[in-house]
């Protein structure tokens, strides 16, 4: 409470005299030696006895009023002592003591729940001697009533704060006292709660508030209400991997809350990977940084929805990184990178070489993405780079060995041939225009050289020779840049002339008549006969040869 000096002025000279007088005239009584203050000397003595204390034991909530305090010595001497060394409390906590101008003031606190007694206590310590002393000090109160705070228009189905403070006869303010008001509405769908109105339904109403045996009204209006939004309260900055907890509140514009709806809502995350339950988010790792933004939906009792956005930033789980690449390759070969993304635990969180940055340390490579051109033999470290982190892989690269065109398999014309016969081989892949050559084995012919025609095919006739042994033979076709291919077949013994049939004929007549063989051993003519009809007969065996056989030597060549 606020005082002026001269008033304290007064007040102290006032105490100060009456308060020696009656000192003086009581000591006089007892004895001699007294020390009336104006002569009392601020220096403590040794022999002290005990303290006294001057002031009203009666008081009004709130006032604020001085004590003086003085130092009674074992010879009944009277000392000021000093305030540096004297402690005042009071049994009220919200009472004020301040120690100034040789007074003690007591701002005595209004206290909510009715007038208080207190009880002060004085305590004088110095050289080690401790005095005390204790005032009851019995509290009346100024209330005289009540003022109620609560706004007059109001929005349906919100909450507003409703505010009561006690008053003087003066209408002076002596202290909130909401918590220990009672309220009630006329309409009863209204409700209370830690003084917070509840409104429902729109109309007028009136509010009233008792405290001690005040009693105060207001009136309050209900209009319709702004739409009600979503307010979402969670964290806004997260991990990858990290799951994280909202709650949501449906309140309207002015933010009164007007109902708890987090397990109403449907909550979405602009990541698919992201996994939702309920108000529960676990937040996927993500090769690609991503923030996100989370959605609640909310439908209302008539089908509309309400819906907010939260913008949540996320930061990397990333802590190490898993480099992989062959560590030998050859010049011009395309080599993959893969990297692993760890996180601190050592868990993969999954692969992110499309996502990193790779480069070599040979100059002339070539990188695509997670692939490398390598483009000199020799030896260069791969390194990656990704959210910071970095590692390295070793490729050792080599000349590359000559390579070869595959031609398709050497079709034969047949897998069994005889001896003096034609045989045919056909194979193709090779490019339009590429000499072919074509080698007989096991004794190795030269069978000849032909060009691969436009579908890149070439075709092989050419004669057995007469002097080839039966038995499996093979045909290798080859070609500059291209592999050698081949195929086998059987060489078998020519078959014997058809001519010489005639001659197998008598061995069959002979069975049928066994005992007539042995005459024609015994007569010369008979013996004569046979030998000239072979030797005449064979000519026609020669017949045959001069047309096939001496055709076949020349086509040789390649048809």
Not at 141 to 148: E, N, P, R, V
Request: proline residues 9%; aromatic residues 4%.
């Amino acid at each position: 409470m606020n005082r002026l000096s001269s008033a304290k002025q007064q007040v102290h000279h006032r105490l100060t005299w009456i308060t020696a007088a009656l000192i003086l005239a009581a000591l006089t009584l007892l004895a001699p030696s007294v020390v009336s203050p104006a002569q009392a000397d601020t220096t403590p003595s040794p022999e002290l006895e005990s303290l006294y204390v001057g002031g009203p034991e009666e008081i009004t909530e709130p006032e604020e009023v001085p004590y003086e305090v003085g130092v009674i010595d074992q010879s009944g001497g009277l000392m000021v002592p000093d305030l540096e060394n004297l402690t005042v409390s009071s049994t009220v906590e919200a009472d004020t003591i301040t120690l100034e101008e040789d007074l003690v003031w007591v701002d005595y606190a209004f206290t909510p729940d009715g007038p208080t007694n207190r009880v002060l206590t004085f305590t004088y310590e110095d050289d080690g001697v401790v005095l005390e002393e204790q005032i009851d000090v019995t509290a009346t109160s100024d209330f005289a009533g009540i003022d109620l705070e609560v706004s007059s228009e109001v929005a349906d189905a919100s909450m507003v704060p409703v505010t009561v403070t006690a008053i003087n006869e003066g209408g002076e303010p002596l202290g909130e006292v909401t918590e220990y008001a009672e309220f009630s509405s006329s309409e009863e769908a209204d409700e209370f709660t830690d003084g917070q109105l509840s409104v429902s339904g729109m109309g007028q109403r009136t509010i009233t508030a008792e405290y001690r045996d005040a009693t105060t009204t207001a009136e309050v209006n209900v209009i319709e209400g702004p739409p009600a939004v979503l307010d979402v309260t969670g964290p806004a900055e997260v991990t990858e991997t990290e799951t994280a907890t909202y709650t949501v509140q449906l309140t309207d514009e002015a933010g009164n809350e007007l109902d708890d709806v987090t397990e109403d809502v449907e909550l979405t995350s602009t990541v698919e990977e992201d996994q939702v339950a309920d108000n529960e988010v676990t937040f996927a790792f993500t090769p690609e940084l991503t923030d996100r933004a989370l959605t609640f939906t909310y439908t209302g009792q008539e089908g509309e929805e309400i819906t907010t956005t939260l913008e949540v930033e996320v930061s990397s789980v990333v802590d190490a990184l898993v480099v992989d690449a062959p560590s030998e390759a050859e010049v011009d070969e395309v080599i993959t990178v893969s990297v692993e993304a760890l996180d601190a635990e050592g868990a993969v969180l999954g692969e992110v070489a499309q996502y990193a940055e790779l480069a070599s340390s040979v100059e002339d490579d070539v990188v695509v993405g997670s692939e490398v051109i390598l483009a000199d033999e020799g030896p260069r470290s791969i390194t990656v780079s990704y959210r910071g982190l970095t590692d390295t892989v070793a490729v050792e690269v080599t000349a590359p060995e000559d390579e070869f065109l595959v031609p398709e398999e050497v079709i034969p014309g047949s897998d069994q041939v005889p001896v003096g016969g034609t045989q045919e081989a056909t194979s193709s892949g090779y490019a339009p225009g590429v000499e072919v050559s074509a080698t007989m084995y096991s004794d190795p012919m030269d069978i000849g050289t032909e060009t691969a025609d436009e579908t890149g095919t070439v075709t092989f006739t050419w004669e057995i020779p007469e002097d080839t042994e039966p038995g499996e033979h093979t045909v290798v076709l080859s070609a500059p840049g291209y592999q050698d291919t081949s195929t086998t077949f059987e060489v078998v013994a020519a078959e014997p002339d058809p001519t010489p049939t005639p001659t197998e004929e008598p061995t069959p007549s002979p069975t049928s008549t066994p005992t007539e063989t042995p005459s024609p051993t015994a007569t010369p003519t008979s013996t004569e006969e046979p030998t000239p009809t072979p030797t005449e007969e064979p000519a026609p065996t020669e017949e045959p040869s001069p047309t096939p056989t001496p055709t076949p030597t020349p086509m040789s060549r390649v048809k």
